[in-house]
């Protein structure tokens, strides 16, 4: 398996940015597919965004396309959530995983890292 470690979280106003990084160790980081997935309180964990492993297929909610981004750097072990134009709905824990296909269901995720708080104040 893979180990994530996330990082980047933080206390930001709303419309503000903040960029999240996952780093991976362990197995061959190349070979997964990478999820983000964010847990507000009192929610369940959702689906915010996932990459295939070559980069070249990502997915979004609805609620972040056009504001989020998601990319990755193989050559860094690394996948990062760039987050713009951010509203006080997005504060969650946020949450990277590793998949063997890209894929919304986080049943599909074997792997995932321990979460980064992200706070966006009105």
């Known amino acids: 398996q893979v180990q994530l470690a996330e990082s980047g979280g933080g206390l930001v106003q709303a419309g503000g940015s903040l960029r999240l990084s996952c780093a991976a160790s362990?197995?061959?980081?190349?070979?997964?597919?990478m999820g983000w997935f964010r847990q507000a309180p009192g929610k369940e964990r959702e689906f915010v965004a996932g990459?295939?492993?070559?980069?070249?297929?990502?997915y979004y909610a609805d609620s972040v396309k056009g504001r989020f981004t998601i990319s990755r750097d193989n050559a860094k072990n690394t996948v990062y959530l760039q987050m713009n134009s951010l509203k006080p709905e997005d504060t969650a824990v946020y949450y990277c995983?590793?998949?063997?296909?890209?894929?919304?269901?986080?049943?599909?995720?074997?792997?995932w890292g321990q979460g980064t708080q992200v706070t966006v104040s009105s």
């Open positions: 990459i295939s492993w070559t980069g070249g297929t990502t």
């Open positions: 362990g197995r061959t980081f190349s070979n997964y597919a």
């Open positions: 995983a590793a998949a063997m296909k890209i894929t919304r269901s986080s049943s599909e995720y074997a792997c």
